[in-house]
């Protein structure tokens, strides 16, 4: 069974930083790519970021371009999001998501909200 | 960037009854569009993928059609279960892009 669980969302004050992590279980995980989605309270879905399931190649969403750096641990099955220069505009559950065989997101996290607030 | 656009924003539907999504994209995807469903306080499921294809495990009063620009998520015979938000998503160009979802409410 796949599971997807991220971690480390919060309160954080604008321009400030957070790391995300997501602990995946069930598949093989270098064999795949994943995404950050977002979803602002009461919105609807962001594509953030993506990584191929080597980690060389990544993509980003140009809200996000130069703040967030995606990356993966394929020995330890676990994907990442480092945030940095955080704005209001970026409060939102955080889902990571695994890719099928194409760019479609066919399992998704429970997500973790991140809050930036002063 | 591929604009994905659906329509209507909310359906009023009684159980038992049909109902017809649209999602329009700005541009062709020709058939990479996938349909995802959110109840309050889950994470999306995914539904169909290459527009007409269900994914495991997904009832077979759901289904996807259409190509290039236009298409179309239709549930046959709404259950209790299937009042939720509905997204479709573009997969052929970078940055992948989601509509911004349809609301299925009980009538």
């Known amino acids: 069974e796949v599971q997807l669980?991220?971690?480390?969302?919060g309160l954080v004050q604008?321009?400030?930083s957070l790391r995300l992590s997501c602990a995946a279980s069930g598949f093989t995980f270098s064999s795949y790519a994943m995404s950050w989605v977002r979803q602002a309270p009461?919105?609807?879905?962001?594509?953030?970021s993506s990584i191929s399931g080597s980690g060389v190649a990544t993509h980003y969403a140009d809200s996000v371009k130069g703040r967030f750096t995606v990356s993966r641990d394929n020995s330890k099955n676990t994907l990442s999001l480092q945030m940095n220069s955080l704005r209001a505009e970026d409060t939102a559950v955080y889902y990571?998501?695994?890719?099928?065989?194409?760019w479609l997101f066919d399992y998704w996290g429970q997500g973790t909200l991140v809050t930036v607030s002063s | 960037e591929i604009v994905m656009t659906q329509s209507p924003a909310t359906l009023s539907v009684s159980p038992g009854e049909r109902a017809t999504l649209s999602c329009r994209a700005s541009q062709s995807v020709s058939s990479n569009l996938a349909w995802?469903?959110?109840?309050?306080?889950?994470a999306p499921r995914l539904l169909i993928y290459g527009a007409s294809t269900r994914a495991t495990d997904i009832p077979a009063r759901f289904s996807g059609s259409g190509s290039g620009t236009e298409f179309t998520l239709t549930i046959s015979s709404l259950q209790s279960e299937d009042f939720a938000v509905y997204y479709c998503q573009q997969y052929n160009n970078w940055p992948l892009t989601f509509g911004g979802g349809t609301k299925v409410e009980i009538k």
């Open chain 1, 5 to 9: 669980l991220e971690s480390g969302g």
């Open chain 1, 14 to 16: 604008p321009g400030g």
């Open chain 1, 42 to 48: 009461g919105k609807g879905l962001e594509w953030v």
């Open chain 1, 96 to 102: 990571c998501a695994k890719h099928g065989p194409q």
């Open chain 2, 36 to 42: 995802y469903q959110q109840k309050p306080g889950q």
